[in-house]
């Protein structure tokens, strides 16, 4: 998969707040080795009725090992339905294999990125493929 570092990176939290961003997704390994995002203050708002949440547990083919990550999605009400969207699109991704550009548009776009957004996170993608 393409790198994981978008335009909303370290915001997503503020931006979720604010009403501007409708969905965020998180992926960490299992076992985890560090707190990669404040889960404990999406869980507040997902406590108010401010946030849906999802977590899915996944197990990836890498090589010859098998690598357990757990993915969780926060949804602003009203945009749930971008959750098993994304869930959806990310399981496609991993059965074609490699990277995939158009499907790196969709989930930019379940992510609530703008159209130049994408097309720089694209841009940059190809140079690290």
Not at 67 to 88: D, F, K, N, Q, S
Not at 102 to 113: C, K, N
Request: aromatic share 6%; net charge negative; charged share 30%.
């Amino acid at each position: 998969m393409a790198p994981s570092i978008g335009p909303h990176e370290m915001r997503e939290l503020e931006l979720m707040k604010s009403g501007e961003k409708p969905l965020s997704m998180f992926t960490e390994p299992i076992p985890l080795d560090a707190k990669t995002f404040p889960e404990d203050e999406f869980d507040e708002m997902v406590n108010e009725g401010k946030l849906i949440k999802r977590v899915c547990i996944e197990t990836l083919e890498v090589g010859s090992n098998q690598i357990r990550t757990r993915r969780v999605l926060y949804a602003l009400p009203g945009e749930e339905w971008r959750i098993p969207a994304a869930v959806l699109v990310h399981k496609v991704y991993r059965s074609l294999g490699g990277w995939r550009p158009d499907l790196d548009r969709v989930i930019g776009e379940l992510l609530g990125y703008d159209a130049v957004d994408i097309d720089e996170f694209v841009e940059r993608s190809k140079t690290s493929v």
